[in-house]
């Protein structure tokens, strides 16, 4: 009896030993961007932390910053990074097509849009968990118009005369990404409402008349009634003016309109302000509606279980539902059904969602590996247009050689005509 207490005690003290061990290992390293989704996660951290036992060491970057890190970490095999958030169109196809990406196979995806799922699979398996979805719409002052006499803009033209009638030194008539590359997501429900694309099967087409007369609105548009320095601007910048009241209508990503409501960061009331569908060109109305970030689990990862009892929590309907409250666009189909969610949030971004779920364009960029150079290819063209507003003489012929330069990355990652 005593041989068999003394292995007994042997075995338990085994055991407290690799449990204290466990305890002691049960860190993860999550990177999150500096996103209103992210910040919500953030946040929610702690209280992770106390249910699962799990520490969270949690970096916030920048989007750009954030890529960096990671494809920097990745290609050097040297990450300790075991979640993290991603943007599937931006760098999905890199990402898999290197294998940093661990596959979910395992992952209950049946509440997510199958168009949406598109870009969070690659090569018939999913690799990542969409978190937020979001569509191009027109954020517009209604104090704004009503005192001008004027509509919500429906199409090109009425949106070209409302910024023009309100636009003056101390309010700029219009807004919307100047920056490059930054300004490309943006272009893109222009270009797909006049007709163009920026990739036809794999290969580059916005060289087109419908993609050249998009980019001379956009820059006639920006040039004439942006804000001073447009050029040098996104979303990170536009937002804080159209907040302070010194931006009459603004077209961008419906994930900005908690934070442009939110009383405690806007001099907006909210009576003066509303939402309304991105206005229809002369070939069609098919804004964006994309997944912009989803998360994954590194295939570096060491610590796969704890990093999928974060994904799960992070992606899971509870948390999505803490966020459609915040007014984040979440991709989960079901929480946009959920009574108390539609109670609180706006009539106008439920309409604009339904809009675009049913005409929308389910890319906001080129969709390629070599998606950040094609972006800043196209950039250069949106400030060529800015800077002129909408009148440069050599915009088709920029046009045709950053086309002949995006083919050119394309044939370099095997994806031509594909």
Same mark, same amino acid.
């Given at each position: 009896?005593?041989?068999?207490?003394?292995?007994?005690? @042997?075995?338990?003290?085994?055991?407290? &030993?690799? =449990?204290? !061990?466990?305890?002691?290992?049960? +860190?993860?390293?999550?990177?999150? $961007?500096?996103?209103?989704?992210?910040?919500?996660?953030?946040?929610?951290?702690?209280?992770?932390?106390?249910?699962?036992?799990?520490?969270?060491?949690?970096?916030?970057?920048?989007?750009?910053?954030?890529?960096?890190?990671?494809?920097?970490?990745?290609?050097?095999?040297?990450?300790?990074?075991?979640?993290?958030?991603?943007?599937?169109?931006?760098?999905?196809?890199?990402?898999?097509?290197?294998?940093?990406?661990?596959?979910?196979?395992?992952?209950?995806?049946?509440?997510?849009?199958?168009?949406?799922?598109?870009?969070?699979?690659?090569?018939?398996?999913?690799?990542?968990?969409?978190?937020?979805?979001?569509?191009?719409?027109?954020?517009?002052?209604?104090?704004?118009?009503?005192?001008?006499?004027?509509? @919500?803009?429906?199409?090109?033209?009425? &949106?070209? =005369?409302? !910024?023009?009638?309100?636009?003056? +030194?101390?309010?700029?008539?219009? $807004?919307?990404?100047?920056?490059?590359?930054?300004?490309?997501?943006?272009?893109?429900?222009?270009?797909?409402?006049?007709?163009?694309?920026?990739?036809?099967?794999?290969?580059?087409?916005?060289?087109?008349?419908?993609?050249?007369?998009?980019?001379?609105?956009?820059?006639?548009?920006?040039?004439?009634?942006?804000?001073?320095?447009?050029?040098?601007?996104?979303?990170?910048?536009?937002?804080?003016?159209?907040?302070?009241?010194?931006?009459?209508?603004?077209?961008?990503?419906?994930?900005?309109?908690?934070?442009?409501?939110?009383?405690?960061?806007?001099?907006?009331?909210?009576?003066?302000?509303?939402?309304?569908?991105?206005?229809?060109?002369?070939?069609?109305?098919?804004?964006?509606?994309?997944?912009?970030?989803?998360?994954?689990?590194?295939?570096?990862?060491?610590?796969?279980?704890?990093?999928?009892?974060?994904?799960?929590?992070?992606?899971?309907?509870?948390?999505?539902?803490?966020?459609?409250?915040?007014?984040?666009?979440?991709?989960?189909?079901?929480?946009?059904?959920?009574?108390?969610?539609?109670?609180?949030?706006?009539?106008?971004?439920?309409?604009?969602?339904?809009?675009?779920?049913?005409?929308?364009?389910?890319?906001?960029?080129?969709?390629?590996?070599?998606?950040?150079?094609?972006?800043?290819?196209?950039?250069?063209?949106?400030?060529?247009?800015?800077?002129?507003?909408?009148?440069?003489?050599?915009?088709?012929?920029?046009?045709?050689?950053?086309?002949?330069?995006?083919?050119?990355?394309?044939?370099?990652?095997?994806?031509?005509?594909?």
């Amino acid at each position: 009896m005593k041989h068999v207490l003394s292995k007994t005690m @042997v075995a338990l003290s085994t055991l407290c &030993l690799c =449990a204290g !061990a466990m305890a002691q290992s049960g +860190e993860i390293r999550v990177l999150l $961007a500096n996103h209103p989704y992210g910040e919500l996660l953030k946040q929610s951290i702690p209280q992770f932390e106390k249910t699962s036992g799990i520490k969270v060491n949690v970096e916030s970057l920048q989007e750009s910053q954030l890529t960096q890190k990671l494809t920097t970490e990745f290609a050097t095999k040297s990450s300790t990074v075991d979640v993290f958030m991603t943007r599937p169109l931006q760098e999905g196809k890199m990402f898999a097509k290197n294998g940093w990406y661990a596959p979910l196979t395992g992952y209950d995806f049946a509440d997510y849009p199958k168009n949406i799922m598109n870009a969070a699979s690659f090569g018939g398996k999913p690799y990542i968990v969409p978190l937020v979805t979001e569509w191009q719409v027109l954020y517009y002052r209604k104090d704004l118009l009503q005192a001008a006499g004027l509509k @919500v803009p429906t199409n090109f033209d009425e &949106l070209e =005369a409302a !910024a023009k009638k309100l636009n003056s +030194e101390s309010v700029a008539g219009f $807004a919307s990404r100047g920056k490059g590359a930054a300004a490309v997501t943006q272009l893109s429900s222009y270009v797909y409402n006049y007709g163009g694309e920026y990739l036809e099967k794999g290969v580059a087409v916005f060289d087109s008349k419908p993609a050249v007369d998009a980019m001379r609105l956009y820059g006639k548009l920006l040039g004439n009634y942006g804000p001073k320095g447009v050029t040098s601007m996104s979303w990170e910048n536009i937002m804080p003016l159209f907040q302070a009241g010194k931006v009459a209508m603004w077209t961008d990503a419906s994930v900005f309109y908690g934070q442009v409501v939110d009383q405690s960061k806007t001099q907006i009331p909210v009576a003066s302000f509303d939402i309304a569908n991105f206005p229809a060109g002369p070939k069609t109305n098919a804004p964006f509606i994309v997944s912009s970030w989803g998360m994954s689990v590194s295939s570096q990862s060491k610590k796969h279980d704890m990093a999928w009892k974060f994904l799960n929590w992070a992606s899971s309907k509870e948390m999505a539902i803490k966020g459609m409250m915040d007014n984040i666009t979440m991709a989960r189909s079901s929480v946009w059904e959920d009574a108390v969610v539609r109670a609180k949030m706006n009539r106008g971004l439920i309409e604009t969602r339904v809009f675009a779920a049913k005409n929308g364009t389910p890319v906001d960029r080129p969709y390629m590996s070599a998606v950040g150079e094609a972006r800043d290819l196209i950039g250069e063209l949106v400030i060529e247009s800015i800077n002129t507003k909408g009148t440069s003489t050599k915009l088709e012929e920029m046009a045709k050689e950053k086309v002949a330069r995006v083919n050119g990355l394309l044939k370099d990652t095997g994806e031509y005509g594909k």
